[in-house]
């Protein structure tokens, strides 16, 4: 009697070894797909008026203080407005660049698979956070999801 040989297979996900669905309907994703435009189209939108408020929009030069009117104490107030203005429109920036990286995950039909342990995150998650790539548990605690977890203890047993 030949002995059973078992080949180590690097493409192995750990979400092989957990039944259920790996990846979300055409539907699903497609609902996806509408929220998420809508979000970016939301946020480009605030980006635009962020950006009215800090520059001339005759010139298109960045609005600065006017030391012959403002007196000190308005002048770093007036700064501290342009920062946080600053911030708001990186913030938005950032936030664009995510939701398109979820668009291109949403065409490749990634969307919603955990990068850690390749098992869908809940719709629940990516409903309130639309560009979640792990679980809300790994994100707060650096830990796997239970399901998560027992995923990627079948892969090492796999292995």
Do not use: W
Not at 82 to 109: H, M, N, P, W, Y
């Amino acid at each position: 009697m030949k002995p059973v040989v078992r080949k180590k297979t690097a493409s192995r996900s750990a979400a092989e070894f957990v039944p259920g669905p790996r990846t979300y309907s055409s539907e699903e994703l497609k609902k996806f797909k509408e929220m998420i435009l809508a979000k970016r189209q939301e946020t480009l939108e605030e980006l635009d008026n962020l950006k009215e408020t800090i520059m001339d929009v005759t010139t298109g030069e960045y609005v600065s203080e006017s030391s012959n009117y403002s007196l000190h104490m308005e002048q770093g107030t007036d700064a501290m407005e342009r920062e946080k203005t600053f911030l708001f429109a990186s913030r938005g920036s950032k936030f664009v660049t995510q939701l398109d990286d979820a668009l291109v995950r949403i065409k490749d039909k990634t969307y919603g698979q955990c990068k850690v342990c390749g098992l869908l995150v809940p719709k629940e998650r990516l409903d309130a956070v639309p560009t979640a790539q792990t679980c809300a548990e790994f994100k707060n605690t650096g830990i796997p999801c239970e399901r998560g977890r027992l995923a990627l203890a079948k892969l090492k047993q796999g292995k």
